[in-house]
Antibody, heavy 119, light 107 residues
Framework: EVQLVQSGAEVKKPGESLKISCKGS????????IGWVRQMPGKGLEWMGIIYPGDSETRYSPSLQGQVTISADKSISTTYLQWSSLKASDTAIYYC????????????WGRGTLVSVSS | EIVLTQSPGTLSLSPGERATLSCRAS???????LAWYQQKPGQAPRLLIYGASSRATGIPGRFSGSGSGTDFTLTISRLEPEDFAVYYCQQYGSLVTFGGGTKVEIK
């Protein structure tokens, strides 16, 4: 089955670090870009950035660059979204999604990882 | 950055009615690289339309997309109970941006 499996929900305190994951299966993982999309509580979708697992080339949303780090380990078909110091405003559901081959629309989505940041 | 504005914010309709959702871009979307997604509560988004008018695999024929340049439309010809959800447009002609969404609710 073609799918993206995301890591489980996280509860963290402000200032803590965090790395969440997204593992692809059922397709050639290095052939498609993977993106991360944020959805804050009760809000819309916000593109954060994308990575090409084949060579780890990365592009970030101008509004979010520097706030997170996107990485990949193609040997285990997994991409990561990482924070060095969480803020309460990072509370959201984070989706990973596969970009279509040669085009940047999202044709396969993970189920999302809920990140809650509170003191 | 291309800004996408969706209207209306909320659309109140009855099953069987026609839904027309608008997505307007702040500048022309290259090659009509515009997609539409459906999101139901507690679920991940689902791709409906790409390339402004091409239906994704498995999407029913009552969903159609149209438009070009800066003005795009998603039409649901006859609303089924499972179509009540939030719909987002996304452009991929210049990096990626999403619109703010339109909620289609039961009247």
């Amino acid at each position: 089955e073609v799918q993206l499996v995301q890591s489980g929900a996280e509860v963290k305190k402000p200032g803590e670090s965090l790395k969440i994951s997204c593992k692809g299966s059922g397709y050639s993982f290095t052939s498609n870009w993977i993106g991360w999309v944020r959805q804050m509580p009760g809000k819309g979708l916000e593109w954060m950035g994308i990575i090409y697992p084949g060579d780890s080339e990365t592009r970030y949303s101008p509004s979010l660059q520097g706030q997170v780090t996107i990485s990949a380990d193609k040997s285990i078909s997994t991409t990561y979204l990482q924070w060095s110091s969480l803020k309460a405003s990072d509370t959201a559901i984070y989706y990973c999604a596969r970009l279509a081959y040669h085009y940047w629309y999202f044709d396969l989505w993970g189920r999302g990882t809920l990140v809650s940041v509170s003191s | 950055e291309i800004v996408l504005t969706q209207s209306p914010g909320t659309l109140s309709l009855s099953p069987g009615e026609r839904a027309t959702l608008s997505c307007r871009a702040s500048q022309s979307v290259s090659s009509n690289y515009l997609a539409w997604y459906q999101q139901k509560p507690g679920q991940a988004p689902r791709l409906l339309i790409y390339g402004a008018s091409s239906r994704a695999t498995g999407i029913p024929g009552r969903f159609s997309g149209s438009g070009s340049g800066t003005d795009f439309t998603l039409t649901i010809s006859r609303l089924e109970p499972e179509d009540f959800a939030v719909y987002y447009c996304q452009q991929y002609g210049s990096l990626v941006t999403f619109g703010g969404g339109t909620k289609v609710e039961i009247k």
